[in-house]
């Protein structure tokens, strides 16, 4: 099924007409003394529905959006007439086509395998009015090629409903792993406002499995009330930074021990659900991938009244004694969502200023404003870009955002009244309306950079030419204004952004700026096998991402 949203839009003349495709990002025409009235603030869209409330989604691939939500009522119908709780997005087109699910996704969490398949784990309590089973212990696998191979029909999930992972798992998370399998850390065993003793499951595991148990991970029973959906990210030394409510660990999941404690992190509880949002910073051979990582937001307790919190707290993992440098968030903000911009900066949205992660009158006040965060800024008030493109839509409780390919930042969801209300019978309604945030950096050109013949799959440190082209500078490009990533834009659900990564790219431009030799990820541990988006930027502005999978072996990749 595929619902087709139509917008009206008057044009006053076909001046006006002309002036809002010139400074699209997406046209190619040079002009010169070029000036666009979003060349500060950037643009904010509102475009399409998602059908179903978006308490999860990811990118399957360049135009693919996956919509996860709960069992529960949308607008969005399956055939049967019986409400959907899963959609696939088309961010070309912004209509969706329904999915059928039938184990409860209640705040899951997902993640890749090497071999490009997705897959969703855990979930919550069977619900037989939308025909959904316990979800607790769920695995479920999804094709993300099947809507770019013309096999549309062949879109569907396939899920193992129960005894698949060791233990429940609600609200877990989800990390990408070297070896091309993911792990599946912490949740708790039930429902729950927040985790406690009898219900905490302080233990992860693997998918597909490679132990006969669970494996206990004690600073899951040391950071108690606040430990669902730990942040958690692969370090490029092959072990894992772990966090929850102020702590962290760099931890060693092959042989299953802790490599160092960090400090705690001054401040408020930054986990479920006092939630903040973090985020690890790009990752640079110049800088031997060093790791920062960047920490922001949260709440002081789990009360409707409890202000928010407006800091954020930076790490270098490679100082010989880490140690949180504490600044500024600009605003208060619980729920916020940071996502790596193809620039290699970081934006923040959603969230809001007042309460908690939960239903039904717990968060008020939501941040309209986005912020820019300049990761190369060493002065802290330089760090921040303000003055961006507002929304007026409330993205509370159950958003989601997630940095598309394209330079864009597609965002969506809010739900934080349960059973979903979309009218105005209350204050921050149930949310489908899609908005697509474009930052500065696509209007500082006319133009962007093209890249064409990029492969399919490569393997790590292998060297691979593309076509490069600029319709800017002609007889004076400056190669040292080229810079090649390969982003990954992760899972996002409750301001986690899981397996979320960018890497910069040795890379040599060729004399005629025609093409570019590129290196891909030296191993598995700087950048985890799978799918990622290869975005080349000139003097700023970045290109059009074109799908990249890295892999260990090329016939690894299975989709």
């Known amino acids: 099924m595929r619902i087709r949203l139509a917008i009206s839009i008057a044009l006053f003349s076909t001046s006006h007409l002309h002036l809002v495709t010139s400074q699209s990002p997406f046209y190619y025409q040079e002009t010169e003394n070029y000036h666009s009235q979003y060349g500060k603030s ?12 978006a308490m999860h989604a990811v990118l399957l691939n360049e135009r693919t959006v996956l919509i996860i939500d709960k069992a529960e009522e949308n607008e969005a119908k399956l055939d049967s007439g019986v409400s959907a709780f899963s959609t696939l997005y088309d961010i070309e087109t912004n209509t969706y086509r329904t999915l059928l699910l039938e184990t409860n996704t209640f705040c899951s969490a997902g993640g890749f395998l090497g071999n490009g398949t997705f897959i969703s784990t855990g979930g919550a309590e069977s619900r037989g009015r939308w ?41 877990p998370t989800v990390e990408q792993l070297p070896e091309g399998d993911i792990i599946i850390v912490g949740g708790s065993n039930a429902g729950t406002k927040y985790n406690t003793k009898e219900k905490n499951t302080p233990s992860y595991e ?104 407006n800091t954020c707290g930076r790490i270098n993992l490679g100082d010989k004694d880490p140690q949180w440098e504490m600044e500024s968030f600009i605003h208060r903000r619980v729920m916020p969502d940071g996502v790596i911009l193809a620039d290699g900066t970081i934006g923040w949205v959603n969230g809001c200023q007042r309460g908690y992660a939960g239903y039904n009158n717990a968060n008020f006040d939501p941040t309209f404003e986005p912020l820019i965060y300049d990761t190369s800024q060493k002065d802290k008030s330089k760090r921040w870009i303000r003055g961006l493109a507002t929304t007026d839509i409330a993205r509370m409780y159950h958003s989601v955002a997630i940095a598309l390919p394209d330079g864009r930042v597609w965002i969506a969801g809010s739900n934080s009244v349960d059973p979903p209300d979309p009218t105005n019978a209350v204050p921050y309604p149930t949310e489908y309306r899609v908005e697509y945030y474009s930052p500065p950096y696509l209007f500082k050109s006319a133009t962007r950079p093209k890249i064409s013949h990029v492969p399919r799959v490569v393997q790590y440190d292998q060297e691979f030419d593309i076509l490069f082209h600029l319709e800017r500078d002609q007889g004076h490009q400056e190669s040292s204004k080229v810079k090649v990533a390969i982003m990954r834009p992760g899972f996002s659900t409750h301001s986690m952004h899981m397996s979320q990564r960018y890497v910069y790219l040795r890379h040599q431009v060729s004399p005629d700026f025609g093409s570019i030799k590129i290196t891909a990820p030296p191993n598995a541990t700087i950048f985890p096998p799978g799918s990622g988006y290869l975005v080349v930027l000139y003097d700023g502005v970045p290109c059009k991402g074109t799908e990249l999978f890295v892999e260990k072996h090329i016939k690894d990749l299975a989709i």
Request: hydrophobic share 30%; charged share 20%.
């Open 42 to 53: 950037g643009q904010l869209e509102q475009i399409g529905r998602t059908g179903v409330a």
């Open 131 to 171: 025909n959904a089973a316990k979800g607790h212990q769920s695995i479920r696998h999804f094709n993300p090629t099947c809507t770019v191979n013309g096999n549309e029909n062949n879109c569907a999930w396939t899920e193992y409903a129960t005894g698949k992972m060791y233990g429940n798992r609600w609200y």
């Open 206 to 309: 693997f998918w597909p499995p490679r132990t006969d148990e669970p494996i206990q991970l004690d600073l899951l029973l040391h950071t108690l009330p606040y430990n669902l959906y730990p942040f958690v990210f692969l370090l490029p030394d092959g072990n894992l930074f772990i966090f929850a409510s102020t702590k962290s660990i760099i931890y060693d999941y092959q042989n299953h021990k802790v490599v160092k404690e960090l400090p705690r992190m001054p401040g408020v509880p930054r986990s479920y659900p006092l939630t903040g949002g973090a985020v690890m910073l790009p990752l640079d051979p110049e800088k031997n991938y060093n790791v920062e990582i960047l920490i922001c937001g949260g709440s002081q307790r789990p009360k409707p009244d409890s202000p928010a919190d």
